[in-house]
Antibody
Framework: QLQLQESGPGLVKPSETLSLTCTVY??????????WAWLRQPPGKGLEWIGS???????YSNPSLESRVTISVDTSKNQFFLKLTSVTAADTAVYYC??????????????WGQGALVNVSS | QSVLTQPPSVSGAPGQRVTISCTGS?????????VHWYQQLPGRAPKLLIY???NRPSGVPDRFSGSKSGTSASLVITGLQAEDEADYYC????????????FGGGTKLTVL
């Protein structure tokens, strides 16, 4: 059974960089069948896609966050990573890592991590 | 404000049928991009409910069904159960502004 686990600091100061790790268990991240994604959900609000990565390192991200987002992968550790720079209180959210399927007419998530709450506060 | 529009809340009694709508535009649902639905139980991560408009992943009861027409999509839940009380989100892709996944704002389903 595939499992994804987010890890990282739960508190980040404004203007600093948010860094999260997603570890994949029960399956290899080095697969041609899937992409790997980051999404987030501010408290009491809806979902937002942050960006996605292929095992080769190819990435694409939400245009609204693109200038601040870096997503990378380490296939030897079965992990992928999120860095979000220059954070503000608006970046406070539960951050989810996920497995992504790319279909003919769209993309979606079929497995989600449990989520990690990150607070941006001084 | 979300790119896809969902009603903030719907409700129904056990055993009843409810429909949750998801309205988009010609740059997303109407551009033939598929719609996907997620269920989020209180305090939990979302779970895939319907993918590519009409398909149920293994393990999702056939009480849940999806459809799409024009610039809108719908999630129908029949034989409503107490355990269905959750938030439901639709998701698609939008080709405007360099392209991005887009979500609805979510619909809170209350089982009366």
């Amino acid at each position: 059974q595939l499992q994804l686990q987010e890890s990282g600091p739960g508190l980040v100061k404004p203007s600093e960089t948010l860094s999260l790790t997603c570890t994949v268990y029960g399956g290899s991240i080095r697969t041609t069948d899937y992409y790997w994604a980051w999404l987030r959900q501010p408290p009491g609000k809806g979902l937002e896609w942050i960006g996605s990565i292929y095992y080769s390192g190819s990435t694409y991200s939400n245009p609204s966050l693109e200038s601040r987002v870096t997503i990378s992968v380490d296939t030897s550790k079965n992990q992928f990573f999120l860095k979000l720079t220059s954070v503000t209180a608006a970046d406070t959210a539960v951050y989810y890592c996920a497995r992504q399927i790319v279909g003919t007419n769209g993309e979606w998530v079929d497995y989600w991590g449990q989520g990690a709450l990150v607070n941006v506060s001084s | 404000q979300s790119v896809l529009t969902q009603p903030p809340s719907v409700s129904g009694a056990p055993g009843q049928r409810v429909t949750i709508s998801c309205t988009g535009s010609t740059s997303n649902i109407g551009a033939r991009y598929d719609v996907h639905w997620y269920q989020q139980l209180p305090g939990r991560a979302p779970k895939l409910l319907i993918y590519s408009n009409t398909n149920r992943p293994s393990g999702v009861p056939d009480r849940f069904s999806g459809s799409k027409s024009g610039t809108s999509a719908s999630l129908v839940i029949t034989g409503l159960q107490a355990e269905d009380e959750a938030d439901y989100y639709c998701q698609s892709y939008d080709s405007s502004l360099s392209g991005s996944w887009v979500f609805g704002g979510g619909t809170k389903l209350t089982v009366l």
